[in-house]
């Protein structure tokens, strides 16, 4: 495949994510909430690229650096993250890790106690899209550093 096209495909995916990740988070209305969800994925995926964009973006929205360090644990420092927020975060992990096969319905459940049917609809898209970036700058190797807000 040329050069050319390869670029026109990576614009065109990039323009796709682009506009999942922006209706995701549109949908949920809290940027921080968003922020919180796209780290989680991109530390359980390894993406580099990708926590130290949202790390940048998450503190320029004002989440401090005790929450942020901690997100990793977030279960355990549960006084850190709201319900809304842990409901959030579980079902972040339970998309992004499918060892299972299917998210539990118990987890889903809890999520949609704290989120609407849109807004449930969105924080799907939006960890949906985390994912998807992830696996994208994981597999073209996209080093860390190179974004600025």
Known sequence: ?????????DREVGQALSALSAAGKKGLGDP???E????????LNH?????DMHLTLARGNGVDEERLGLLAAWQEAEDLYDKRERAA?????????LTEGFVPDAVYEEAAV???DGELAHLIGL???INSWNRLMVGRRVPPGGYTP
């Open 127 to 129: 960890i949906t899209a």
């Open 89 to 97: 975060l579980a079902l972040t992990e339970a998309m992004t890790v």
């Open 47 to 51: 993406c580099a690229f990708c926590l």
């Open 32 to 34: 921080v909430l968003a």
């Open 36 to 43: 919180l969800v796209m780290i989680r994925a991109s530390q």
């Open 1 to 9: 495949m040329s050069t050319a096209r390869t670029q026109l495909l």
């Open 114 to 116: 704290h989120f609407g």
